[in-house]
């Protein structure tokens, strides 16, 4: 049973709780017509002050198909955006609507959301965690595999919201996860979340492993996902970053190393010829669009469990 009232980190989750999400995400996409009304009359307020495609109709439709509402709210629609306190933002809000997603830059943010809010509040992405997309990617898996349990998952790119989150998902399910970042320490990972997603790996049985090279890291691996060098706030930094992450691109030869079953993924937007090739990203290990449309379905359990009661 899933005792959590927000979903902010993957951390917050026990393994069982991440695992009960799971089984409530593939039971949605396999009969939806069974969860038709199990958020109605229920209002969800989507606070962006990222723009996302996935995250915003993922969730717009999730909320519809569950029988509720979805308001988007742009940092200019709200006073939030003109300083308004998180607080007073939080507290108007939780008198008007039964949840709250934020996509925001901080992860503070998404905390402060919760602190001073009453409802439930879903971190729909942060500067330091994805944990909407991690369940999504783990549904996949576990879709084309069979299992998650024994498999190796391994990210190669920036030490981003998407390491973080990899790292922890994976040590939930029982996989083990490599990370692969530059030697740079400005594109390490959160070094608190290496700590705490450690713990969980150990506890599992699993290995989490950090590494800069490329190569080494992807052996034998059954899942390669990467992301792009430079999210969004960063164009200023992209002609550096394209520099510090050569030899990174995802490419064919890499994709070699990795399983002869191996499965390739990406969160979106991708930017082919930098991270990854076009004949990875549009090749038959590509599961990219399986995995953007389970966005929808592991959201959709997300919702169901917090929205529910």
């Not at 996989?175 to 070094?191: F, L, R």
Request: proline letters at 3%; aromatic letters at 8%; charged letters at 25%.
């Amino acid at each position: 049973m899933i005792t959590q009232k927000h979903f902010l980190s993957l951390a917050d989750y026990s393994s069982q709780e991440v695992r009960e999400l799971l089984e409530t995400a593939a039971d949605l996409k396999r009969h939806p017509q069974l969860y038709r009304d199990a958020l109605k009359g229920k209002v969800l307020a989507m606070i962006f002050e990222k723009s996302s495609t996935r995250t915003r109709v993922s969730f717009e439709t999730g909320m519809y198909q569950l029988g509720g509402l979805a308001q988007f709210l742009s940092s200019r629609d709200i006073q939030i955006g003109r300083g308004e306190p998180i607080y007073d933002t939080a507290a108007v809000l939780s008198r008007y609507v039964d949840g709250i997603m934020a996509r925001t830059f901080a992860h503070q943010t998404v905390t402060d959301l919760a602190k001073y809010g009453r409802v439930p509040v879903i971190n729909g992405l942060t500067d330091l965690e994805h944990p909407c997309q991690i369940m999504a990617d783990l549904q996949t898996v576990a879709e084309h595999f069979g299992h998650l349990k024994g498999l190796k998952f391994v990210y190669i790119g920036d030490g981003n919201n998407m390491a973080h989150s990899y790292m922890q998902g994976t040590g939930k399910v029982g996989m083990d996860c490599t990370i692969v970042t530059p030697k740079d320490p400005k594109y390490s990972c959160n070094a608190d979340i290496i700590k705490g997603a450690q713990a969980d790996h150990a506890a599992q049985g699993t290995k989490l492993l950090i590494t800069d090279d490329p190569k080494a890291g992807i052996a034998g691996a059954h899942v390669v996902a990467t992301d792009t060098w430079v999210s969004m706030g960063m164009e200023e930094e992209k002609a550096e970053r394209l520099k510090a992450f050569s030899g990174f691109t995802v490419d064919k030869n890499l994709m070699k190393l990795a399983a002869k079953d191996a499965i390739f993924l990406h969160c979106l937007p991708a930017y082919r010829g930098y991270e990854v090739t076009e004949d990875v990203i549009d090749g038959p290990q590509s599961k990219i669009y399986d995995e953007a449309e389970n966005r929808l379905h592991a959201q959709k359990a997300i919702l169901y469990h917090l929205l529910r009661n």
